[in-house]
């Protein structure tokens, strides 16, 4: 005997409330092909950032995309991750039976630790997923957040 999902109904209220909304805002159920994107709606691919031994690891999602559309920045102790994905093939909107890849411009931003230098960074790219490492950025030698006192003021 098979077991039906108890949330089924729950998933299918919630894609047609998604359609409703999507239909007040614009009056057009597919939406995201007729207009481009906009900073409220653009996309941003996921990541894990996590700690291996010294080094802080940063993996990106970026299904479909080359290298070569892919920019990885370092500035001011802020890493970006920014790129473009196309919507591929030149089809009509009306040949989608249902889209919901996304596509565009997209950017990610990460705050790295003061004392990293951009020669401590390096990216790797396979099978859709960007690797940065950040060597030696969880050190512990690294400098700790230093507490502030707060004094007291006259109002």
């Not at 900073?39 to 970026?62: K, Q």
Request: glycine fraction near 10%; proline fraction near 5%; hydrophobic fraction near 35%.
């Amino acid at each position: 005997m098979t077991r039906s999902n108890p949330f089924r109904g729950l998933m299918d209220l919630s894609a047609e409330m998604e359609q409703m909304r999507g239909l007040g805002k614009t009056g057009y159920k597919r939406q995201h092909e007729r207009r481009e994107r906009t900073h409220a709606d653009a996309w941003a691919p996921t990541a894990d950032i996590f700690r291996d031994g010294s080094d802080l690891v940063i993996c990106v999602e970026l299904a479909g995309l080359a290298r070569e559309d892919v920019e990885v920045t370092f500035s001011q102790g802020v890493l970006t991750v920014g790129g473009e994905r196309t919507t591929g093939p030149d089809l009509p909107a009306d040949a989608f039976w249902k889209r919901e890849r996304p596509y565009g411009a997209f950017r990610r931003t990460i705050s790295l630790p003061e004392h990293v230098e951009d020669e401590h960074i390096s990216a790797t790219s396979r099978d859709g997923l960007l690797t940065v490492t950040v060597s030696g950025a969880c050190d512990v030698g690294a400098s700790a957040p230093r507490r502030i006192p707060i004094g007291g003021g006259s109002h």
